[in-house]
């Protein structure tokens, strides 16, 4: 226990105090908590843009009619003619004398005209909806019937109400998303980590000496521990600034969001959270230390951990996927998948009533794995201390438990 605590401590000094590590976090934390300031932000522009909008809709359309019983039928609602034809209207576009315009051929029936194309034109439906508005009571007018009577019976609001006896799945997509994507750049950064660790020491020849002073449990435990924990304490940072950040904005928050933040992350979900991430977190920081341990160089650490890196990717879009169908059988069962179901599991539990039985199969699976992952990576640590050379494959491993 002595020396694993030595080698702990040893780790943990040489990841914390590297320069780059703190600058990365330094910088991460303010980034986050601009991030959490960006509805105050908001606001102090909010007077602006509703000023610029006032003005904008204060403004006239410019309009061609190409007849003058449109002219004198539309004019009172849609604005007086602006140019003439439609060619003086397109001369001006292209002057920039004015963004754009519209040429009204018939009651159904206009052209837009613009220098650029947009992708999204708020003039361009708000005249569509005024013109297609004026067809309707025309066409009721002629009909014989009063428009403004069909109108108020089309608007007539439909009252309805929402009750949810389980969970709103609705409310908690965005925290899951935020979690899975944060526990997908820790596990990758920190899971290269230790792997690339793992290999320098036998690159260097040092883990020979290490084995000699020391016992392939007590190293590899060691490593993984202070690596993993320097990892939880990044996020943490992370956190606590986001929570700073949340708390002293909170009250320019809309109040759409409070509601999605403070009515999803209750504690049993945040518990639920912790243990699956920290447990499948774990779990693959194992893995990545047992494949760092099957190369010789550096610089093959990134071809032993592609299949890993693959099944992390995968676990990755089921999480993506689980996000918009939690409910889903595919969902359901990789939740009971440990590689997976640190991602799964927790948005499922977030986002629909997940049976009790449920949730604890799928945490004594996942302690479990974290468990027979760890005694394999010790075996591989121990074993890939004794053979340099070429990469140890698989199938050499899978040898060395008949020795």
């Known amino acids: 226990m002595k020396k694993l605590k030595t080698v702990f401590n040893f780790e943990l000094r040489g990841m914390i105090q590297k320069k780059s590590l703190l600058v990365t976090t330094a910088i991460m934390c303010v980034i986050v908590l601009l991030i959490t300031t960006i509805p105050t932000f908001m606001i102090w522009f909010e007077g602006d843009e509703t000023q610029e909008d006032a003005d904008e809709a204060a403004e006239e359309f410019t309009l061609v009619y190409e007849s003058g019983e449109l002219k004198e039928s539309l004019s009172p609602v849609l604005g007086e003619e602006t140019y003439s034809t439609e060619e003086e209207l397109k001369k001006a576009v292209q002057r920039e004398d004015v963004a754009s315009g519209f040429v009204v051929e018939d009651y159904d029936r206009y052209t837009y005209i613009s220098y650029d194309s947009k992708t999204f034109s708020t003039e361009q439906m708000a005249f569509e909806s005024q013109l297609k508005q004026l067809n309707e009571n025309r066409l009721f007018d002629e009909k014989g019937l009063d428009s403004q009577q069909v109108r108020e019976i089309l ?20 925290i899951a998303f935020a979690v899975m994507i944060t ?38 435990l060691g490593k993984v521990g202070a690596v993993g924990l320097t990892g939880i304490l990044q996020v943490a940072s992370l956190i606590v600034f986001g929570v700073i950040g949340f708390m002293l904005n909170k009250e320019n928050y809309p109040e759409v969001l409070l509601d999605m933040v403070q009515g999803s992350m209750t504690i049993d979900v945040l518990l639920i959270y912790i243990l699956f991430s920290v447990l499948g977190y774990i779990l693959y920081l194992f893995i990545y230390a047992a494949l760092g341990s ?32 939690p409910d889903n059988t595919v969902v359901k069962v990789t939740s009971f998948i440990p590689f997976i179901s640190l991602f799964t599991m927790p948005i499922r539990y977030m986002l629909t009533s997940v049976p009790m039985i449920s949730l604890l199969i799928s945490s004594a699976i ?38």
Not at 183 to 199: H, K, P, R
């Open 183 to 220: 526990m997908y750049l820790l596990i990758l950064l920190y899971g290269a980590n230790v792997a690339t660790s793992v290999a320098r020491e036998k690159d260097s020849r040092t883990m020979e000496l290490l084995i000699t002073s020391s016992n392939p449990r007590t190293l590899i």
């Open 294 to 325: 099957l190369v010789s160089k550096v610089e093959d650490v990134n071809s032993a951990v592609t299949p890993i890196t693959f099944l992390f990717v995968l676990a990755y879009l089921a999480a993506t996927f689980a996000m918009n169908v």
């Open 155 to 174: 608007n007539q609001p439909i009252e309805q109400e929402t009750v949810y006896l389980g969970k709103d799945a609705g409310s908690g997509t965005a």
């Open 366 to 403: 996942m302690v479990l794995t974290v468990v027979l992952f760890a005694a394999l990576s010790i075996h591989i640590y121990k074993f890939g201390s004794l053979n340099y050379g070429n990469r140890l494959k698989f199938k050499d491993v899978i040898r060395s438990f008949k020795k």
